[in-house]
């Protein structure tokens, strides 16, 4: 019988002491081994309440080897039958805020590029209690994605804080993206930052700005050099 069935196997029948000896008695390249065949062949055949409570157990038995099979959420939030509430989320945010509050960031960080909707990475945030917009912001700028970039946009707009603001554009820049490079232009534009080394080729109304956080579709009409639909 394979590591990844014997896990199965655990994981159906709840025994999670049982799946824990057999992780303890693997050898290093074995477990190594292992780590991978959890991410990527075994979470991912898991249904929600299934992955979070596994998830949940095998990152209190060692955290820093088993946090990364948390983006095997993918196939969840793909799936649409991604739910944050459950007691599993819960008492996984309870372990790691006790244990290494720290890494709360690190897990959500994992986590955010697999989610496909916006009312998934906002549920991903409330469960987690990441509240700070400056978080939220560092979290999104490593995520390369036209909804990473409206939630850029969505995020910064109420801070009205200009320096932040142009700390993104810089960012977003950098990255010789043309959907990037057209949020960094959306984002200087609302807030009127004159002193960019860069040049747009979008051109957006100011008026038009308050179209463009209506809905997800609208913001990536512009994204794609579009006039919203007023």
Not at 63 to 89: D, M, Y
Not at 125 to 154: C, G, H, Q, R
Request: glycine share 2%; proline share 3%.
């Amino acid at each position: 019988m394979s590591s990844k069935e014997q896990a199965l196997l655990f994981i159906g029948a709840r025994d999670w002491e049982g799946l824990e000896r057999m992780l303890s008695n693997m050898s290093n390249m074995e477990f190594r081994r292992m780590e991978r065949t959890m991410r990527e062949e075994v979470l991912p055949e898991l249904d929600n309440e299934a992955f979070w409570e596994t998830l949940l157990h095998i990152i209190i038995f060692k955290r820093q080897a088993f946090i990364s099979g948390a983006a095997a959420v993918w196939h969840l939030a793909k799936n649409n039958t991604l739910n944050f509430e459950t007691p599993h989320v819960k008492r996984l945010y309870n372990h790691l805020k006790e244990t290494h509050a720290e890494a709360i960031v690190k897990l959500c960080s994992i986590m955010l590029p697999e989610m496909t909707t916006e009312e998934q990475m906002v549920n991903l945030w409330k469960a987690f209690n990441v509240e700070n917009e400056t978080t939220k912001l560092s979290m999104l700028l490593k995520t390369d994605s036209p909804l990473s970039y409206y939630l850029i946009f969505k995020t910064l707009k109420p801070t009205e804080d200009k320096t932040i603001a142009r700390k993104c554009c810089m960012a977003l820049v950098k990255r010789q993206n043309d959907q990037a490079f057209n949020t960094a232009c959306l984002i200087k534009t609302y807030f009127g930052l004159d002193d960019l080394p860069a040049r747009f080729s979008l051109h957006i109304e100011p008026y038009e700005l308050n179209h463009i956080e209506r809905d997800f579709n609208t913001f990536l009409h512009v994204l794609n050099g579009k006039r919203p639909t007023l």
